[in-house]
C-alpha cells in the first residue's frame, strides 16, 4: 500500500492507480486559457487541495464539516482529471484507473464560498448494498448519489422515469448469481426491476451496470 504523496497549489493534481488507500498524486497544471475564473472551481480546488494536503483545518474553511468528512473518508487514490463544472457542481475523474459508478471520481456541490455536499465513487463490498444505494438515490432523485454505484447507462435507464412514491411499491427480493455477476429484484404489482450488479469481487467493490424489467 502507498503512502500518499502531498502535492500543493491551485493547479489539480492528478494520480492514477487504484487503491484502498489516499492519493500519491502528481501536479498537472492547467493552461491558462483553461483556467477562466470559476467562482464553484476555486472554491472546489480549495477543498480538493486541503484534501491532497491532508490538512483538516484548511479544508474546514473551504467546505462544511459533513462535506470534509467525506471527502476524508474516500478509500481511492486521488482523480487525475478536472472534469470541469456543471452549475454548481464540480468534478475530478479518474482516466487511468477503473473505479466503482459512473461518477469516477469526486464530485462538489458549491454553495456560496463553502463545498456543501462530496459524492464519491462507492466501495461496497456487496452486491445488495451497491443495488440498494442506487434504489435510494433513485427514490430521492438524485442522480449524483446514483452515479456513485451505477454505470451512467444504468442510471440514465433507471432516471428515464421518476419515482413515484404514490404509485406501485417495490419490494427488493434479493440478489442472485448470474454469468456476468449478480442480478438484484424488485418485484412490484406488474412486473420486477432487475439490477445487474458486475465487477464480482469484495476487494475490487461492486456496481449496478446495467438495469432490465421484466412484465408478468
Known amino acids: 500500500m502507498s503512502t500518499p504523496l502531498v502535492l500543493g497549489g491551485a493547479a489539480l493534481a492528478a494520480a492514477a492507480t487504484l487503491t484502498l488507500a489516499p492519493a500519491v498524486p502528481a501536479s498537472a497544471a492547467a493552461p491558462a486559457s483553461a483556467r477562466v475564473a470559476s467562482a464553484p472551481r476555486d472554491v472546489a480546488d480549495k477543498l480538493f487541495d486541503a484534501w491532497l494536503a491532508r490538512d483538516r483545518t484548511a479544508a474546514a474553511r473551504a467546505a462544511t464539516p459533513a462535506a470534509v468528512n467525506a471527502i476524508f473518508g474516500y478509500v481511492y487514490r486521488a482523480p487525475d482529471r478536472f472534469g470541469g463544472c456543471s452549475g454548481a457542481v ?51 432523485n438524485d442522480r449524483y448519489a446514483a452515479l456513485e454505484v451505477g454505470s451512467t447507462a444504468a442510471v440514465n435507464t433507471l432516471f428515464r422515469v421518476k419515482y413515484d412514491p404514490r404509485g406501485v411499491t417495490h419490494h427488493f427480493q434479493g440478489c442472485g448469481k448470474e454469468p456476468k455477476g449478480y442480478s438484484c429484484a424488485w418485484s412490484y404489482e406488474g412486473g420486477a426491476m432487475l439490477m445487474h450488479v458486475v465487477r464480482g469481487s469484495a476487494s475490487a467493490g461492486f456496481e449496478v451496470g446495467s438495469i432490465t424489467y421484466l412484465a408478468d
Open 90 to 140: 464540480c468534478r475530478y475523474v479518474h482516466t487511468s484507473v477503473r473505479v466503482p459508478g459512473g461518477l469516477d471520481g469526486i464530485a462538489m456541490v458549491v454553495t456560496g464560498s463553502k463545498v456543501t455536499k462530496v459524492y464519491l465513487s462507492r466501495h461496497l463490498v456487496k452486491p445488495s448494498a451497491a443495488a440498494g444505494h442506487l434504489f435510494a438515490a433513485w427514490k430521492r
